[in-house]
């Protein structure tokens, strides 16, 4: 490898990036750049976001263009090995501002919260950006012509895409976006491109169910196989929809009759593309009272973060870590506390473990989304107020298991800003965070 630092006089740079770190013994921190100098341009071409980055460093030999904080301009030429990265860290991962969605989707979710919350909690991202690299789902709205064609160029993918419906006037009508029919016609270029896709229908009743959804499916199947697969997620209703459309919660006939439809189609891809392609969440199994598809309905899990076969796996790595249990004795009384709608699955799963683990006593507790209101039964949207409230009192035992995703990522925040220790504090429990893993429940428990 040999590098080659050059002065050079200023350029008209539209895009300018601060290095906010330099990876120790990699290519940046040999040549000497710094946290806090900025990244210009790279062979001469402007940076849009990490996109743009990660295209132009792939070449064997690369011009970067960086400037110190003292205003000076040093031109590094690169010569590296194809697939060698740099060691810049920038202050944004995305580098570059997350856009913003400008639909007023009748289910949307935030329009739901309640003031006086944290910031960040009310930002509604619409960014195919994230969804490549977040796997955050898009509505195609908010996307130019430059956006979908970067995303051919790279071919990032898979793309996850809101389709809501397939009737463009529909569409419009549940987006409050009269461009949002128009906007389908973007699926038809990544098509064409081979880009993977993965889509999404929140189901609203009496607007998008019925023969609607049976409309969205057959018109989704025309771009199979590079639309791998298409989740039916039941629309959440907080009770803070005041001014809002109105909307109903589904009840066990309609989940019964949407299970049945989403079946037929099923089994319809499947003898045609080896895919069973269309997706019930788990909301619908619960609410129906009927059991999950096994393993292999899901075609490798593909939409797990959209609560589609979220349970069966949890079972199935439950049952493995079960058979796999030497433990015969443990003199332990734990609790574990859950939404709604996970909460049948883990009494099933304390139940198994009491009768094996002689001395083990699980205090399985359903918390109540009374923040939000009781229609919301995931465990990702409880509060720690509620948590404090409802567990006062309980027999907790030694230690009390809560799900990872009740908390903010990456720290020990609930959604309502009480923290882990408050909860401890209040409860007089030592509290344990479990991932969401049948395998990492019997560990922590029998541990």
């Known amino acids: ?16 990036h601060k290095i906010s770190d330099v990876v120790p013994n990699s290519i940046a921190h040999e040549l000497e750049i ?7 341009a790279i062979n001469d071409t402007k940076i849009r976001d990490i996109f743009d980055y ?8 690369v011009e970067v263009l960086i400037q110190k904080p003292d205003g000076e301009e040093w031109l590094l030429e690169i010569e590296k090995d194809p697939d060698e990265d740099l060691g810049l860290c920038f202050e944004s991962g995305l580098m570059d501002e997350y856009k913003h969605c400008h639909n007023k989707c009748i289910f949307c979710f935030i329009d739901q919260m309640p003031p006086g919350m944290r910031e960040t909690l009310y930002f509604k991202d619409d960014d195919s950006r994230l969804s490549f690299l977040q796997g955050n789902y898009v509505t195609l709205t908010n996307m130019s012509d430059e956006d979908v064609d970067r995303i051919c160029r790279y071919h ?3 793309i996850n895409i809101s389709f809501q419906a397939m009737n463009p006037e529909l569409r419009c009508k549940m987006l409050n976006n009269r461009f949002a029919g128009d906007a389908l016609k973007n699926v038809d ?3 064409q491109a081979g880009i993977q896709m993965n889509g999404q229908i929140v189901l609203c009743k009496g607007i998008n169910d019925g023969e609607e959804l049976k409309y969205s499916i057959e018109k989704l199947m025309q771009y199979l196989p590079h639309l791998q697969s298409v989740s039916v997620v039941p629309v959440g209703l907080t009770k803070f929809r005041e001014g809002l459309v109105p909307l109903e919660s589904f ?3 309609d989940a019964i009759s949407v299970l049945e439809l989403i079946h037929s189609y099923q089994q319809k891809c499947f003898e045609e593309y080896g895919l069973h392609f269309v997706h019930a969440s788990d909301e619908w199994y619960m609410l129906a009272g009927l059991p999950l598809p096994e393993e292999q309905a899901y075609d490798g899990y593909l939409q797990l973060e959209n609560g589609v076969g979220m ?8 049952e493995e870590a079960y058979q796999a249990i030497t433990t015969t004795i443990c003199h332990k009384e734990i609790s574990i506390a859950t939404g709604k709608l996970a909460y049948p699955t883990l009494v099933y799963m304390a139940e198994k473990l009491m009768e094996r683990v002689e001395g083990l006593k699980i205090h399985v507790y359903a918390v109540e989304n009374e923040f939000f209101g009781t229609s919301i039964t995931v465990s990702g949207l409880l509060t720690g107020q509620d948590v404090i409230a409802q567990l006062q009192g309980k027999p907790l035992g030694q230690s009390l298991l809560l799900p990872e995703n009740i908390l903010r990522s990456g720290e020990d925040v609930f959604l309502d800003d009480v923290r882990v220790g408050d909860v401890e504090k209040a409860l007089q429990v030592s509290v344990n965070i479990v991932k969401s893993s049948g395998y990492e429940l019997v560990e922590t428990i029998l541990k």
């Not at 490898?1 to 300018?16: A, L």
């Not at 349970?311 to 439950?318: K, V």
């Open 311 to 318: 349970l069966r796996l949890f079972l199935d790595e439950f």
């Open 189 to 191: 270029k990544l098509y």
């Open 1 to 16: 490898m040999s590098y080659k630092g050059i002065m050079k006089k200023s350029m008209n740079i539209d895009f300018t």
């Open 34 to 40: 710094e946290a806090g100098d900025v990244l210009l």
């Open 156 to 158: 990032l993918s898979p």
């Open 251 to 253: 009840v066990k006939e």
């Open 54 to 61: 990660q295209y132009l460093i792939q070449d064997e030999f």
